[in-house]
């Protein structure tokens, strides 16, 4: 009886199609960051109202820069996939250039936070200043958590292995779970910022 109900557990699970725990996890994550990113988005239109203390500038330019930047990088990493479910080591180059955009967009919203602060609005300034620097700062902050799993990958993807080792470790299971929830958090990354960048330059811009 016991082997017959086991049996009758197993079968519906083995059968069963579902999202991989790790990648469910994953996008609990991100509901979890899209929610944090709408309040303060949302916060920001609030103190916008506020007409007294608000004080209107101009979205620098610099940030549609970084905005090109992260959404080549979101190409790089998805062809980077695609050679690597493939077993073709030009995803290595592809990793290696989404890393190097990553960097990039990171320069690029260093100088765009000194622009904005040579417009005479530093962090500690008024709070139509502060909202960019917090909004944009946390961005920041989970691309640098998503480059330092990308740096990680990278680095392990170009250890010198014999071809065997190397096939073996591309036609890992979890190795390429793990490589599909890197590249599913980047994307979601870009997709973020895309609408940060839209909402911020909407806002100050009109």
Known sequence: MAISLNNKIEQPLQGSVGLHPKKFMMLIGMVSMTMMFVALTSALLVKK???????????????LYSTIAIILSSATIQWSLNFYKKGQDQYKFL???????????TALQYYGWIQIKELGFPLSGNVSGSFVYIITGFHLAHLIAGMSALFITLIMSIIKRNPIEELKRIADINKKVNYEILVMFWHFLGVLWIYLYSFLYIVYNT
């Open 49 to 63: 109202g506020d007409t007294v203390k608000w004080e209107s500038f101009s979205i620098p330019s610099i940030f």
């Open 95 to 105: 990793l290696f250039a989404t890393f190097l955009l990553g960097v990039i967009f």
